[in-house]
């Protein structure tokens, strides 16, 4: 059974930085797609990070304060997250495609991914 669990989320203050980890379980091998998403209430769920075969995209949203990354060892996906904004208040969700299925290109899209983590919640605020 496949399982995602993020960790890592809390409340900071503007320009603060803070980094996710999205734990991994149930794969025969380890995933070769993964992502991150966000939504915050009332909005739709932005795609704004992935990383598939060492091959990195970001949403314009986060580009150049975000670094997404994996743990070779052990599969865990990281999203550090740099001068954080209240823009970036929202729950963050890891995602991840079946080893074997490829990844994607073009715009980060929640229907690429079958399989989603519960979530954590990032609040910034002053």
């Known amino acids: 059974q496949v399982r995602l669990v993020e960790s890592g989320g809390g409340s900071v203050q503007p320009g603060e930085s803070l980094r996710l980890s999205c734990a991994q379980s149930?794969?025969?091998?380890?995933?070769?797609?993964m992502a991150w998403f966000r939504q915050s209430p009332g909005e739709e769920r932005e795609g704004i990070a992935r990383l598939g075969g060492g091959k990195t995209s970001y949403a314009d949203s986060v580009k150049g304060r975000f670094t997404v990354s994996q743990d070779a060892a052990s599969g865990t996906l990281f999203l550090q997250m740099n001068n954080l904004s209240p823009e970036d208040t929202a729950t963050y969700f890891c995602?991840?495609?079946?080893?074997?299925?490829?990844?994607?290109?073009?715009?980060?899209?929640?229907?690429?991914?079958?399989?989603w983590g519960q979530g954590t919640q990032v609040t910034v605020s002053s």
């Open positions: 149930g794969y025969t091998y380890r995933p070769y797609c």
């Open positions: 995602a991840s495609r079946s080893p074997g299925t490829g990844c994607p290109g073009g715009p980060i899209l929640a229907s690429q991914f079958p399989d």
